[in-house]
């Protein structure tokens, strides 16, 4: 398992979306939705077990991260746009996707946004539409970049200074704030040398790019999820301290097909030890 090469798909006026794949090239096509802050690199988790299970996962990067160009007025809608015309290339008519964290809704609006395309969803303490206001650090960064920018930018770009030329001291800090059962998960050598690799990938073009993609998962998406059709799993710990056991049962409450597991004891980083368990629905 390691971090793959990140590959770029030209598209209109020579903008570039950045994306890599992990597991099975023969597998079952899942699309795979980066957390925020985070990259393509952070999808290297699921790497062996999307091998096991005979799963292809292709993780696009979001404009402004890794290397996808900025897009002027990006939200949810445009980069579900942009993820369709990555299907038409490499051939994908039909496939799964996989929301973490702040990719949730993204998984969700790929659900919404392209029914005939997506037959499944997974989300894992994942936010939601409607629900990301809920997770502080978006909150703050969100409302920063829409109505503060003179602050936003000097703080959010030292930030970005500070995990690219310091990942390991940066990753630290953050894993520091996570409660027992994510810390004894992140401890694990491998899984925090990818954890620096993915904040450097991150912030690649520096801050603008996270500070845009807190923008669009704090802005009213307007998408229905009572109108997803594809069947939807989800998991959810409840001493995750990231995003509150509370949104992902107001996503349950949403989808009119939903299978949900509630897991005691168990926090934001589930996915990791769960990653086949998750990627075998898809099969």
């Not at 699309?31 to 802050?37: A, T």
């Not at 991260?65 to 445009?78: K, Q």
């Not at 369709?84 to 609006?109: F, H, K, N, T, W």
């Amino acid at each position: 398992m390691a971090v793959s090469p990140s590959l770029a798909l030209t598209l209109a006026r020579g903008r570039l979306l950045g994306y890599a794949e992990y597991g099975d090239p023969n597998g079952t096509p899942v699309v795979s939705f980066h957390g925020w802050p985070g990259s393509q690199a952070q999808t290297a988790r699921y790497d062996d077990a999307a091998k096991a299970e005979g799963v292809r996962l292709i993780a696009p990067e979001r404009p402004g991260i890794g290397l996808s160009d900025p897009r002027p007025g990006a939200s949810l809608h445009t980069h579900i746009d942009d993820v369709a015309l990555l299907l038409d290339a490499l051939e994908i008519d039909s496939l799964g996707v996989l929301g973490v964290s702040g990719g949730g809704p993204y998984a969700l609006a790929a659900a919404a946004l392209l029914p005939d395309r997506v037959s499944r969803v997974a989300l894992v303490s994942a936010l939601a539409p409607g629900s990301m206001g809920e997770t502080r650090l978006i909150r703050a960064t969100g409302w920063l970049g829409m109505h503060a920018r003179s602050l936003f930018r000097p703080g959010f770009g030292a930030a970005a200074l500070f995990a690219r030329f310091d990942p390991p001291h940066a990753v630290g800090l953050a894993f520091d704030t996570l409660p027992p059962c994510d810390k004894q998960i992140v401890a694990d050598p491998f899984i925090r040398e990818l954890s620096i690799a993915d904040a450097q990938q991150a912030f690649l073009q520096g801050g603008r790019g996270l500070r845009d993609d807190a923008v669009s998962l704090l802005s009213d998406p307007e998408i229905d999820l009572s109108a997803i059709i594809a069947p939807v799993n989800l998991w959810h710990g409840d001493a995750d301290t990231i995003v509150p056991i509370a949104t992902g049962r107001r996503n349950e409450a949403q989808l009119r097909d939903v299978t949900a597991t509630w897991l005691p004891g168990e926090g934001h980083y589930l996915v990791i030890p769960r990653a086949a368990e998750i990627l075998r629905v898809f099969r």
